[in-house]
């Protein structure tokens, strides 16, 4: 049985090491921390808008035991942010999700290797051959998949944003994120803020519940999602645009606050000091949990592979990449392109040829649209999630927007490709 080695172990590479056993090849799993599901640890926010259209789609693809295991934690339903008008937004207890996954991973036959970084590779031509890990020792495979992130670790954090926030990346402990393709010269991409600056900047700030004032606390959790007006001192419209996601002014003018489970967050806020935090009423007490500073948080989106349409890393046969390592974050992004690399990096280690999605499904399009929008300039300074900006106009501007699931299962069978992730291919 041909081996499928998988750099990372978020939701990306979780979701590549399922498609990769469900098409029957050996997959063997790396992941630099103690645990998996990655920086989704304290995601929470999924479906809306496109992505109800993503998860769909990826369920008569034969993809959709990952996210069926996400909404078997479904704590609040139709949340509605303010850029999310459309699709059937929830939020899920992300502190229940590790373990879930960790279950599902594990039980799929995947051997995992916690507390091992991938730390180089051997090549010969255009194939990948090994990687090294830290303790010296070189693994072989017939194919790879980098799922290591687009994060930048301590020396980016520190010259591109306000040096470590000890942020949920655990850089420190841990050590930073390195790929696959950054030791064989693979072609590598970064967004830019508008200003130039390399890497986004991460989105949110979490909180204890527990530090918020009990009625706020209480309010949180029974509505699920609070739009909290900022005083007119606290906005700061710099913050527009450099996040990594495409969220609009709403929130920079207002605290989008949602209880996750463990913690409540602050979505799209993309920084705010602690002092200044609670200077909003509700907030006197609070206590940022992530980052620990919170005058900036981590650095995003600084590195990630230039990839064609099946996910393969530019000018290698059998290393391809997924979720922010191939330019797409999000829950329902991470799990798309890590099902497609993990089926492809399978088909090439059969000697098949890699699939390629239809440009009729959104997933296709989407796929396809982000990685030629990637390779301008232009492109590098924008978001191309299915949730919100260029992409998700693009979608309604197709018509591949629906709420109808005979519809989406009949555009997944027109292609040829119902539940082409849940086949064996040996």
Partial sequence: MPKVIIAGGGIAGCAAALAARKAGAEVVLFERTDMLFGVAVRSGEVNGNGWFIGQKELRFLGGGEFFA?????????NARFPDAPAGHPF???????EPLVRRMVLGAGVEVHFETRVVNARKKGARVEAVKL?????????????ATGARGGLSVCTRYGKGCMMCL???????????????????????????????????????FKDTLAPWLKAKVEKEGLLRIPLPESLIDTAKVGIGDAARPKEFVENIILGDIGPVAKCFGMVYMPQEQIRKVPGFENVQVEDPHRSSFNH???FVFSERDTALRATGWENLFCAGERAG???????????????????RSA?????????AS??????????????????????????????????????????????AIEQRVAEAGLSNVFARRLK
């Fill in 328 to 346: 797409h974050g999000g829950v329902v992004g991470a799990m798309g392109t890590g099902y497609m690399a993990g089926h492809n990096a399978a």
């Fill in 134 to 146: 830290t303790d010296g020792s070189w693994v072989e495979g017939a194919a790879f998949v980098d």
């Fill in 69 to 77: 295991a996400l909404e078997s934690l479904k704590i609040h339903d």
């Fill in 361 to 406: 499904l959104a997933l296709g399009d989407w796929i396809a649209f982000a990685g030629e929008q990637y390779a301008t300039a232009d492109g590098l300074k924008k978001h191309f999630g299915m949730g919100r900006g260029a992409y998700w106009e693009r979608m309604l501007k197709l018509g591949l927007y629906t709420e109808s699931d005979n």
């Fill in 91 to 97: 939020i899920f207890h992300t502190g229940l999700a």
């Fill in 299 to 301: 650095i995003c989106n």
């Fill in 350 to 358: 059969f000697g098949m040829e890699p699939l390629v999605l239809s």
């Fill in 169 to 207: 990346v655990r850089c420190i402990p841990f050590g930073d994120r390195m790929g696959i393709a950054d030791k064989i010269g693979g072609r590598e991409l970064g967004r830019t803020r508008p200003d130039g600056t390399p890497g986004t900047v991460n989105s949110a700030v979490a909180v």
